[in-house]
C-alpha cells in the first residue's frame, strides 16, 4: 500500500489560500487519495478526494500531478476554524470484510492566524 | 453532517467496572468502525462491521469487545475497564466499500 508524506506543521495567513502537499510515491494506478482534518477535540471530518483529475467541492481543491507521486490541498480563502490537522490518506490499511480501512498517519498541523 | 451519535460523551469510571459505549447512525450505512485516539498514538481501529451481526478486530483489539445487532447501532465494551483504556473514542461510518468516512463527534473516557 502507498504511504503518504507530509509536512508535520504549516501556517497560514487569514483570508490568504493555504497549499497543503501531500507525497505519495509509491501510490498505485487504482488507489485514490483522501484528505480528512480533524479540529481539536472532533471527530476526523471528509474533505475531498480524487484519482488522477482534480477536484474541487465547496470546502477545497485537490490538485494531483499527472505522474499522481504527490497531490496539493487547497483552501482557497482560509479562515481561523480551518486550524486543524489535515489527513492525506492513500487508502493504505488493509481491506477486509469488503471494506478498505484508511490508516491515519500524523497529518498536517494547519495553524492559520489573523 | 453525516447523522451520527454517540453516547455517553464523557464517562468517568473505575478500574475493573464494565463500560458500554453506544455508536448510532441514521444513514443505514453498512459498515461501522470504533477508534481510540491518543497523543502520540493518532487514531487506531479497534474492531469494525461489515453489517448486522457481522465484526471483526482492527489493531488494537485487545480488552474490547463489540456487537451490532441492528444496522444502526454499534456497541463497544470494555470488560473490565483499565487505566491504559482512558482515551478518547471515535465512531465512524461509512457506505460502499467503505472508502469515505464519516465520525461521530467522540467519547471522552477516563479510567480511575
Known amino acids: 500500500d502507498a504511504k503518504t508524506t507530509q509536512p508535520t506543521s504549516m501556517d497560514c495567513a487569514e483570508g490568504r489560500a493555504a497549499n497543503l502537499p501531500c507525497n505519495h510515491s509509491t501510490i498505485s494506478g487504482n488507489e485514490y487519495v483522501y484528505w480528512y482534518r480533524q479540529i481539536h477535540s472532533q471527530g476526523p471530518q471528509y474533505i475531498i478526494h480524487?484519482?488522477?483529475n482534480n477536484e474541487t467541492n465547496e470546502m477545497a481543491s485537490l490538485i494531483i500531478t499527472e505522474d499522481r507521486k504527490s497531490s496539493t490541498l487547497i483552501l482557497p480563502h482560509a479562515t481561523l476554524r480551518d486550524t486543524a490537522v489535515y489527513y492525506c490518506?492513500?487508502?493504505?490499511?488493509?481491506?477486509?470484510?469488503?471494506?478498505?480501512?484508511?490508516?491515519f498517519g500524523r497529518g498536517t498541523s494547519l495553524i492559520v492566524h489573523p | 453532517d453525516a447523522g451520527i451519535t454517540q453516547s455517553p460523551r464523557h464517562k468517568v469510571t473505575e478500574t475493573g467496572t464494565p463500560v458500554t459505549l453506544r455508536c448510532h447512525q441514521t444513514?443505514?450505512?453498512?459498515?461501522m468502525y470504533w477508534y481510540r485516539q491518543d497523543p502520540g498514538h493518532g487514531l487506531r481501529l479497534i474492531h469494525y462491521?461489515?453489517?448486522?451481526?457481522?465484526?471483526d478486530k482492527g489493531e488494537v483489539s485487545d480488552g474490547y469487545s463489540v456487537s451490532r445487532s441492528k444496522t444502526e447501532d454499534f456497541l463497544l465494551t470494555l470488560e473490565s475497564a483499565t487505566s491504559s483504556q482512558t482515551s478518547v473514542y471515535f465512531c465512524a461510518i461509512a457506505s460502499g466499500y467503505g472508502e469515505t468516512q464519516y465520525f461521530g463527534p467522540g467519547t471522552r473516557l477516563l479510567v480511575l
Open positions: 444513514e443505514n450505512h453498512r459498515y
Open positions: 462491521s461489515y453489517g448486522v451481526k457481522d465484526t
Open positions: 490518506i492513500v487508502r493504505v490499511g488493509f481491506k477486509a470484510g469488503g471494506s478498505y480501512i484508511p490508516t
Open positions: 480524487g484519482l488522477k
